[in-house]
């Protein structure tokens, strides 16, 4: 069984627009639910849509889909925070 992972960096750069899911979807011609199950890691989309939808975030579609940071775990992000944490206060006497 594959498990879905969500893709990061659709998902922070909506987020960091302030955009719903709806909101991008429309922008873009798709259905919500069919922007959350690409979002989401569940579906990969046509090549028409990968083009709309990084010229709508204003990044590559290598940047968006096939980056290796894009599938990050929450876990991972949660590591590498504490790592940065241990790194910082090792610098400080």
């Given at each position: 069984m594959v498990i879905p992972m969500r893709n990061e960096k659709m998902y922070r750069l909506r987020i960091e627009r302030g955009?719903?899911?709806?909101?991008?979807?429309?922008a873009v011609g798709i259905?919500?639910?069919?922007?959350?199950m690409i979002e989401g890691g569940h579906r990969h989309p046509r090549k028409a849509i990968e083009k709309k939808l990084a010229d709508f975030f204003g990044v590559t579609v290598?940047?968006?889909?096939?980056a290796e940071n894009n599938h990050e775990t929450q876990y991972e992000d949660?590591?590498?925070a504490e790592r940065d944490d241990e790194n910082s206060d090792s610098n400080h006497p």
């Amino acid at each position: 069984m594959v498990i879905p992972m969500r893709n990061e960096k659709m998902y922070r750069l909506r987020i960091e627009r302030g955009l719903t899911q709806r909101e991008v979807a429309e922008a873009v011609g798709i259905s919500q639910s069919a922007y959350a199950m690409i979002e989401g890691g569940h579906r990969h989309p046509r090549k028409a849509i990968e083009k709309k939808l990084a010229d709508f975030f204003g990044v590559t579609v290598d940047e968006l889909f096939f980056a290796e940071n894009n599938h990050e775990t929450q876990y991972e992000d949660e590591l590498d925070a504490e790592r940065d944490d241990e790194n910082s206060d090792s610098n400080h006497p």
